[in-house]
C-alpha cells in the first residue's frame, strides 16, 4: 500500500540534544513538508522541499533543520536551538502544488525533558 | 495577508443531530479548499478538494460546499464515530503552501 510512515512514534529529549525524525514516502510525490502542530493552533509549517536536493524555509524554521537526498525521504532535525521543541510533528506529501491535497504521515510526537 | 478560520471552535452534537461547520478564508486566488479529519494521536485524513464556487462534495454523512469566500462541512445524522478534528485548509495562486485553519472539534454523544 501506498502511503506515508514516520519514525519513531513517540521520542523523548533531554535539553540541548539534537533528534532526527524520519519521514518516507512511497507516493512518489515529488514535494514533501514539515509542519509542528500544538493545541490549539493549526499546523504550521517548518520546512518543504519540492525537489530532490532543494527545500525551502516555512514559517517556523528556526531551530529545525532538513535535507532531500532521495526523493522518497525528508527527514527532519530538531536542534538544541529550537527553544521550545515539544510538540506533534507531521509530515506530508503531494505533487508540489497548492492545486492538489497533502497526504499526511501517522505523526511523531516529541517530549522534552 | 493570506486567512483560514473556522468556526465553531468546539461543537457537541446528539447523535442524529444534523449541524455545519464552517470555514472562511482569505487568499489571493483559491487553487483549492482542502477538508481533513483528525483523530487525537493521528495524523490528518482527506477528505475533500473543492475547487470553485457552488462545487458539492459528498461521502458517506458527509458534504462540503464552497462559495466565494467560505467553504460548509454540512454533517447529517451523525454517529459517535463522527468525533474528531475537522480541519480545512486553502491553496493560494501566490504560494505552494497550503493555509490551514485551527479546526473545529467536534463532539458526537450517544
Known amino acids: 500500500d501506498g502511503g506515508i510512515t514516520q519514525s519513531p512514534k513517540y521520542l523523548f529529549r533531554k535539553e540541548g540534544q539534537n533528534v532526527t525524525l524520519s519521514c518516507e514516502q512511497n507516493?512518489?510525490?515529488?514535494?514533501m513538508y514539515w509542519y509542528r502542530q500544538d493545541p490549539g493552533q493549526g499546523l504550521r509549517l517548518i520546512y518543504y522541499?519540492?525537489?530532490?536536493?532543494?527545500?525551502q524555509k516555512g514559517d517556523i524554521a528556526e531551530g529545525y533543520s532538513v535535507s532531500r537526498e532521495k526523493k522518497e525521504s525528508f527527514p527532519l532535525t530538531v536542534t538544541s536551538a529550537q527553544k521550545n521543541p515539544t510538540a506533534f510533528y507531521l509530515c506530508?506529501?503531494?505533487?508540489?502544488?497548492?492545486?492538489?491535497?497533502?497526504?499526511f504521515g501517522p505523526g511523531t510526537r516529541l517530549t522534552v525533558l | 495577508e493570506d486567512q483560514v478560520t473556522q468556526s465553531p471552535e468546539a461543537l457537541r452534537l446528539q447523535e442524529g443531530e444534523s449541524s455545519s461547520l464552517n470555514c472562511s478564508y482569505t487568499?489571493?486566488?483559491?487553487?483549492?479548499l482542502f477538508w481533513y479529519r483528525q483523530d487525537p494521536g493521528k495524523g490528518p485524513e482527506f477528505l475533500f478538494t473543492?475547487?470553485?464556487a457552488g462545487e458539492e462534495k459528498e461521502k458517506e454523512r458527509l458534504k462540503a460546499t464552497l462559495t466565494k469566500k467560505e467553504s460548509f462541512l454540512h454533517i447529517t445524522a451523525p454517529k459517535p464515530e463522527d468525533s474528531a478534528t475537522y480541519l480545512c485548509?486553502?491553496?493560494?495562486?501566490?504560494?505552494?503552501?497550503?493555509?490551514f485553519g485551527t479546526g473545529t472539534r467536534l463532539q458526537v454523544f450517544p
Open positions: 473543492l475547487y470553485s
Open positions: 507516493l512518489n510525490h515529488d514535494a
Open positions: 485548509a486553502a491553496g493560494s495562486y501566490n504560494t505552494d503552501k497550503l493555509i
Open positions: 487568499v489571493s486566488g483559491l487553487r483549492g
Open positions: 522541499s519540492q525537489i530532490v536536493n532543494d527545500f
Open positions: 506530508a506529501s503531494n505533487d508540489g502544488t497548492s492545486y492538489n491535497e497533502q497526504f
